[in-house]
T-cell receptor
Framework: GAVVSQHPSWVICKSGTSVKIECRSLDFQATTMFWYRQFPKQSLMLMAT?????????EQGVEKDKFLINHASLTLSTLTVTSAHPEDSSFYIC???????????FGPGTRLTVL | AQSVTQLGSHVSVSEGALVLLRCNYSSSVPPYLFWYVQYPNQGLQLLLK??????LVKGINGFEAEFKKSETSFHLTKPSAHMSDAAEYFC????????FGAGTRLTVKP
């Protein structure tokens, strides 16, 4: 199998606080994980590529100081939304790259609501 | 750069009718192409994928797609729609991360 989990599945926080979202590959090791954001009724947009043991690569327009990514092990990547604001409210989805499959395996997503 | 374009943000069919969701891709290298389905407030479920080999790919729930290089297309079809097929469908191409199309909302009328 190739299962990816995310925690929490949903979170509500106050404006100005920080929120950490975890992405875990449960039954395989992933040197590369990806973080996506999906606004209501829109498609998924790649935010960043998370590489185990090195700095994440951010897509153009994504603030790396606001969306902190850490990939400390081969099974865990975390996304921290710092000083969250209501416009950060979104559905955040991670995926993990499993070799040799030419496929990414997606987590179930985390819905973030910032009040 | 790789990208996909989904034609039609909303498709409505009657139950039992043919489903056709269109996707065209742009890629400078042989693409890996995917179709995903997303139900409300849920994550993505892989329907099928094309990497290499046979150009007609069969997926889950009776869906299939055909890779046509000459047309740069990867349209998704299902011979007979079911009510449970109503969802959002995304075409994607694999590169550095996945690049998704804008999505097509499928509505199935009884």
């Amino acid at each position: 199998g190739a299962v990816v989990s995310q925690h929490p599945s949903w979170v509500i926080c106050k404006s100005g606080t920080s929120v950490k979202i975890e992405c875990r590959s449960l039954d395989f090791q992933a040197t590369t994980m990806f973080w996506y954001r999906q606004f209501p009724k829109q498609s998924l947009m790649l935010m960043a590529t998370s590489n185990e043991g090195s700095k994440a690569t951010y897509e153009q327009g994504v603030e790396k100081d606001k969306f902190l990514i850490n990939h400390a092990s081969l099974t865990l990547s975390t996304l921290t939304v710092t000083s969250a604001h209501p416009e950060d409210s979104s559905f955040y989805i991670c995926s993990a790259d499993k070799r040799p499959y030419n496929e990414q395996f997606f987590g179930p997503g985390t819905r973030l609501t910032v009040l | 750069a790789q990208s996909v374009t989904q034609l039609g943000s909303h498709v409505s069919v009657s139950e039992g009718a043919l489903v056709l969701l269109r996707c065209n891709y742009s890629s400078s290298v042989p693409p890996y192409l995917f179709w995903y389905v997303q139900y409300p407030n849920q994550g993505l479920q892989l329907l099928l994928k094309y990497t290499t080999g046979a150009t007609l790919v069969k997926g889950i729930n009776g869906f299939e797609a055909e890779f046509k290089k000459s047309e740069t297309s990867f349209h998704l079809t299902k011979p007979s729609a079911h009510m449970s097929d109503a969802a959002e469908y995304f075409c994607a191409v694999s590169g550095r991360g996945m690049r998704f199309g804008a999505g097509t909302r499928l509505t199935v009328k009884p």
